[in-house]
């Protein structure tokens, strides 16, 4: 098939020819070497050659982001043998309106708003419009003049039916998922919980979900402790305590993973032997951390009244932060000695940086520790917010907050980090929740 004009995009080396990468589980198909993908790619180049009769546009961007893009190398072998004539695009900023909207926006931070006189002709009935954009993201981004662009209205803002459902909000009970969807996008929280906006649904994957890893994590995590509640911790297991409890680990994944489905999906089947692998992993990596924090309490849950939950511990009655009405989960509580620490399980690969849960988008770990404070009264003080990850080959544990004065003791840190603080400092952050949540 032949056409006039042909665009080829993304000529740029390792898009076309792609790199070489090894099919994991078919190691023999459909590449056995890197020649044998590199000669089936210059076979394509081959056939795009031949299938125009006019002109053919090689699309070669210069750069993704920060990094430079380098020209695929069949660019030079194909100099070697034809002329090739380099086209630069024309230069936007003489007099086009993407140019004048270029340069306007690249002054938007140092420069006042241009004069309606500098405004080509063709965007003049837009001038307004444009710069109410740039007072708004000047705004978001600097000054913080305009707060309504921020998610932060006042009354005076507010018509009187507006008025009255947030006031019937404040009735509501909301999960912490709620609250970081806000802290971290007003506008996000505005469209699916207000307008009642539904998010893009998740493009279907081969084999297991993300959620239904962590799905079959959690569960398979808060069943191997309650059945070890009354036995000794892991770090405190000699050998043949430790090999008993990965047989008693891997017989409650075999029960699980029966449970969850009977597909005879490849992918699957090979995402749930992964998901054994990992899950024996994490468990030597439990049993080197030896702190005086040892698992107690698991799925902890409050204003919650389905799915698996501790019943030692959780109230179905939401618990209340400063008026707040709020329901939430947490994956596990270890005490020991008079200290608690939260434990979040992440089978993710991303975890909130210090930084976030200083700055209040990040609040789950320290309402969480609010919460267990809460529940476990004064006997008990917060060390520490731990994120346990569980990865194929990346399994650790990872301190999100911690009280200085229980390192090495509720927590291990082998160097002082921005994630460890003073008692004071500490105490600040659970208690800036309230201020949040206000």
Same mark, same amino acid.
Not at 47 to 67: C, M, T
Not at 300 to 318: A, N
Not at 383 to 396: M, T
């Given at each position: 098939?032949?056409?006039?004009?042909?665009?080829?995009?993304?000529?740029?080396?390792?898009?076309?020819?792609?790199?070489?990468?090894?099919?994991?589980?078919?190691?023999?198909?459909?590449?056995?070497?890197?020649?044998?993908?590199?000669?089936?790619?210059?076979?394509?180049?081959?056939?795009?050659?031949?299938?125009?009769?006019?002109?053919?546009?090689?699309?070669?961007?210069?750069?993704?982001?920060?990094?430079?893009?380098?020209?695929?190398?069949?660019?030079?072998?194909?100099?070697?043998?034809?002329?090739?004539?380099?086209?630069?695009?024309?230069?936007?900023?003489?007099?086009?309106?993407?140019?004048?909207?270029?340069?306007?926006?690249?002054?938007?931070?140092?420069?006042?708003?241009?004069?309606?006189?500098?405004?080509?002709?063709?965007?003049?009935?837009?001038?307004?419009?444009?710069?109410?954009?740039?007072?708004?993201?000047?705004?978001?981004?600097?000054?913080?003049?305009?707060?309504?662009?921020?998610?932060?209205?006042?009354?005076?803002?507010?018509?009187?039916?507006?008025?009255?459902?947030?006031?019937?909000?404040?009735?509501?009970?909301?999960?912490?998922?709620?609250?970081?969807?806000?802290?971290?996008?007003?506008?996000?929280?505005?469209?699916?919980?207000?307008?009642?906006?539904?998010?893009?649904?998740?493009?279907?994957?081969?084999?297991?979900?993300?959620?239904?890893?962590?799905?079959?994590?959690?569960?398979?995590?808060?069943?191997?402790?309650?059945?070890?509640?009354?036995?000794?911790?892991?770090?405190?297991?000699?050998?043949?305590?430790?090999?008993?409890?990965?047989?008693?680990?891997?017989?409650?994944?075999?029960?699980?993973?029966?449970?969850?489905?009977?597909?005879?999906?490849?992918?699957?089947?090979?995402?749930?032997?992964?998901?054994?692998?990992?899950?024996?992993?994490?468990?030597?990596?439990?049993?080197?951390?030896?702190?005086?924090?040892?698992?107690?309490?698991?799925?902890?849950?409050?204003?919650?009244?389905?799915?698996?939950?501790?019943?030692?511990?959780?109230?179905?009655?939401?618990?209340?932060?400063?008026? $707040? &009405? @709020? %329901?939430?989960?947490?994956?596990?509580?270890? !005490? /020991?000695?008079?200290?608690?620490?939260?434990?979040? +399980?992440?089978?993710?690969?991303?975890?909130?940086?210090?930084?976030?849960?200083?700055?209040?988008?990040?609040?789950?770990?320290?309402?969480?520790?609010?919460?267990?404070?809460?529940?476990?009264?004064?006997?008990?003080?917060?060390?520490?917010?731990?994120?346990?990850? $569980? &990865? @194929? %080959?990346?399994?650790?544990?990872?301190?999100? !907050? /911690?009280?200085?004065?229980?390192?090495?003791?509720? +927590?291990?840190?082998?160097?002082?980090?921005?994630?460890?603080?003073?008692?004071?400092?500490?105490?600040?952050?659970?208690?800036?929740?309230?201020?949040?949540?206000?």
């Amino acid at each position: 098939m032949e056409f006039n004009t042909v665009f080829l995009g993304d000529f740029v080396e390792s898009r076309f020819p792609g790199n070489y990468r090894p099919d994991p589980l078919l190691p023999e198909v459909p590449y056995r070497d890197e020649e044998e993908l590199l000669r089936d790619n210059r076979f394509l180049f081959y056939r795009v050659l031949k299938s125009f009769r006019e002109r053919l546009y090689l699309l070669i961007p210069k750069r993704e982001g920060e990094a430079d893009l380098i020209p695929s190398p069949f660019l030079r072998q194909l100099k070697a043998i034809t002329n090739v004539e380099k086209i630069e695009p024309a230069n936007p900023t003489h007099g086009s309106a993407p140019g004048f909207l270029s340069t306007y926006g690249n002054h938007v931070w140092t420069a006042e708003t241009p004069s309606d006189g500098k405004f080509p002709a063709n965007l003049m009935n837009m001038r307004s419009l444009i710069k109410h954009v740039v007072k708004v993201e000047k705004s978001r981004e600097k000054t913080h003049e305009h707060l309504a662009y921020e998610g932060v209205l006042t009354a005076g803002q507010l018509s009187p039916e507006s008025c009255a459902s947030l006031k019937e909000r404040q009735q509501r009970t909301y999960s912490v998922t709620d609250l970081e969807t806000y802290a971290k996008c007003p506008f996000q929280y505005f469209a699916a919980e207000v307008l009642g906006l539904d998010s893009k649904d998740e493009e279907e994957v081969e084999g297991l979900s993300s959620l239904e890893k962590g799905v079959l994590v959690h569960d398979v995590l808060v069943k191997f402790y309650n059945q070890r509640r009354e036995q000794p911790a892991i770090s405190e297991c000699d050998a043949g305590g430790f090999e008993d409890a990965k047989q008693q680990l891997n017989d409650l994944i075999d029960e699980e993973i029966i449970q969850e489905n009977t597909s005879d999906d490849l992918f699957r089947t090979v995402d749930k032997a992964l998901l054994k692998v990992t899950l024996n992993q994490w468990l030597t990596v439990e049993r080197e951390y030896d702190v005086i924090a040892t698992p107690r309490y698991f799925e902890v849950s409050v204003g919650r009244r389905q799915g698996v939950i501790d019943s030692v511990l959780s109230d179905r009655k939401p618990i209340s932060i400063d008026g $707040v &009405r @709020l %329901n939430a989960k947490i994956d596990r509580i270890d !005490i /020991g000695n008079g200290v608690f620490n939260v434990i979040d +399980y992440k089978s993710g690969s991303s975890t909130p940086t210090i930084k976030d849960i200083l700055e209040g988008r990040a609040l789950q770990l320290p309402i969480y520790l609010e919460i267990a404070k809460q529940l476990l009264g004064d006997a008990y003080e917060a060390a520490a917010g731990l994120y346990h990850k $569980v &990865r @194929l %080959n990346d399994c650790r544990i990872t301190l999100a !907050i /911690g009280r200085e004065s229980y390192r090495n003791e509720a +927590y291990v840190l082998q160097r002082k980090t921005q994630q460890m603080l003073s008692d004071e400092s500490f105490d600040g952050v659970i208690d800036r929740v309230s201020g949040y949540l206000a």
